[in-house]
């Protein structure tokens, strides 16, 4: 695990996707879908990692780490015990840019996690406009968007930081 030496992590997670995304790769780490309408694609990919990081809520930790200039790029974000989830739009539209990050805290041996510190297992939410398309706002507002949304109001996850062998 990052900035743990001499740890191994476990962690896993399912959620649901929207029935129209189209899978493209799937891979352990990563899961990669075509997403959008007839006239506009998107390529969106989530990964799962687990970290290092300040001891704060959830809910906390998706804000730090996906801050927005105005709240028009905020698409989607929630809390469900004992995760959070936030998914925003970056200023610009060639090519549109969303992502999006689901964080709780994993378990971890007593001792191994810094005082002030967590481990954190995120899934984190990358998507993007394919070149050829005919986007508009529609795209990413009402469905890109809160499909990432409610792929973590859905996410069962889990995560644990145990001392290697």
Known sequence: MAGLPGSTTFARASFLIKGTWKPKRIRRTSL????????????VTFRMRTVLGPAVTPADRVLADLPVKAPAYLLDS???????????????????????????????????????QAAWTTIVAR???????????????????????????????????????
């Open 78 to 116: 929630g809390t469900r015990p004992p995760g959070a989830w936030r998914v925003t739009r970056a200023p610009g539209t060639n090519p549109v840019r969303i992502r999006g990050e689901h964080a709780r805290i994993a378990h971890a041996d007593v001792g191994l996690v810094p005082a002030g």
């Open 32 to 43: 990669r879908f075509r997403a959008g309408d007839p006239s506009c694609h998107y390529a």
């Open 127 to 165: 998507a993007h406009t394919l070149p050829h398309g005919e986007c508009h706002a529609g795209t990413w507002r009402a469905s890109v968007g809160p499909g990432i949304g409610d792929a973590f109001a859905t996410a069962r996850v889990s995560g644990y930081a145990r001392r290697a062998a």
